[in-house]
């Protein structure tokens, strides 16, 4: 039987999207607050025995989580076939060590609540740093998908002159198939931490890309620091205004207005979370991933 | 060794008095929100082999649920030999059974996540409604804690000429219990449901209780639509205005002003939830509770 999309509050584009493109079922339901702020909840479809793509991305995931915990319970109590979670965005990926002691490694507890829930998790970039897979924290199937080809495809379209420049050696093997899927050439800059807050980079040899556009890239842009004073850096070398790509339009405070006023040209991300500067349009990765039917039938 | 108190931001006051009364000690810890929403937490003190008493009131209970959930995993992370939930209101009582198809019976869901986390929960006049015991949802040991004998102290104390009046027949036994403790008479409403939201009372003969104060009781204040008819019920049998009492100050919506407009003499409530009506401290019961030492030794 087809699967059936379930797409909670904020993500009905993309769900829209992907029932069109995979043909699937539309999920209908009612989720409100009573007014003691308590979460109703009513699944209106018949789930029984189906396969449910539960579209939720999950930025500022607290208060996603309780709904999203009923949910899937609800679902296991309708006798669902299986719940496949497609979020974007995947929340509490940066605390993954105990930096002082007593500190909550929040990114495996956020993890082993979602993988008790769900039977599958499908994600794009998220922001694995210490960890090499996913398997070192979620114990459910999670599909990777890179918004690297995408990224390509669109400043090959809009910067044809670009040098495309990756925030630290960590990035280095994505940023370099942003670059060569582009067919331009890309740097990497050096990233220094000094404790917590405090980021130094220092940016390579550019001389020879003048008449090149800077084409900054990351992960996630959250409080934009790497990216402002990489900016100023370029500014000082000569450098033309640069662009800056994030997967993730985080952007925490006043990172966008600072990012903005820091002199680029232009902020462009994907909208995994939704945000002014979604110009990249990730459904098309998603679809792609959940074209391959046989995800489900590995469940 | 002592047991350590934790005590979940807004319940300071009550986390004190219950340190104080079984000389506990006090858990530092840190939590807050990273610029992207997400949870930061951090305990200061050192926890292990200790037991813990975690004070959390659990009213409007979605936003608290992952900073509970990330704290218990990190106190059983650390090391903690018990963790005990001291919740003086319980949320999630309500929704008991499917009313609808397709509906989430989110009591035992709430349930089933605290009796993940946590090794016992002490609680005040859950609303428990259709159900017997908190045994038929949670998994761990329950202490079900009762107001009845504080707010029949605070009646005998203020209100010597009360009529008790009971909301309906379900709660016929803990106000007969709170009339005879205030050594004052009661009476009990008939309470028809129409439907959903509409519910009518009748209240019986009071014609020979003229001379009294007429104390309407009940668990939870939420809409106060039962409270706010019966007021006019007493109105036209030619009583005086009544005064309301609530174990739990819900009030949800316009509630409360209603319920003032209504032409009640006052309204008192227990401080199980922090409101302007709070006149019957909850702590002297919870401390009796805690002060039971077998409670840490049973888990």
Not at 146 to 173: C, F, M, R, T, Y
């Amino acid at each position: 039987m087809k699967p059936i999309v379930l797409s909670l509050p904020g993500n009905e584009l993309l769900a829209q999207k992907i029932i069109v493109a995979i043909q699937a079922d539309k999920a209908e339901y009612e989720l409100r607050s009573f007014p003691d702020g308590e979460t109703y909840l009513r699944v209106l479809s018949d789930v029984a025995e189906r396969d449910i793509i539960l579209v939720c991305t999950l930025y500022q995931p607290d208060s996603k989580l309780l709904p999203l915990l009923f949910l899937c319970r609800l679902l296991k109590d309708l006798k669902v076939k299986s719940i496949c979670l497609v979020s974007p965005y995947l929340a509490y990926m940066r605390q993954d060590k105990q930096f002082k002691s007593g500190e909550a490694v929040t990114s495996g507890y956020f993890a082993s609540v979602l993988s008790g829930i769900c039977d599958r998790l499908i994600t794009i970039d998220p922001h694995l740093h210490r960890r090499v897979s996913m398997k070192e924290i979620y114990s459910i199937p999670c599909d990777v998908l890179h918004a690297a080809s995408i990224i390509s495809k669109w400043i090959k379209a809009n910067i044809p002159d670009a040098l495309v420049i990756g925030p630290d050696s960590e990035s280095e093997q994505w940023v370099s198939e942003v670059a060569k899927n582009a067919e331009v050439p890309f740097v990497i800059l050096e990233k220094v931490r000094h404790g917590d807050k405090e980021v130094k980079v220092s940016v390579p040899q550019v001389d020879g890309y003048k008449a090149h556009t800077p084409v900054l890239v990351d992960d996630i842009i959250s409080t934009a620091r790497t990216m402002i004073e990489t900016v100023s850096h370029l500014k000082n070398a000569g450098m033309r205004a640069p662009v800056c790509i994030g997967v993730h339009a985080v952007f925490a405070g006043n990172a966008y207005a600072d990012l903005r006023n820091a002199g680029v040209a232009k902020i462009v991300t994907c909208n995994s979370i939704t945000h002014e500067t979604n110009e990249i349009d990730i459904s098309e990765i998603l679809i792609h991933a959940l074209r391959n039917k046989t995800m489900f039938n590995a469940l």
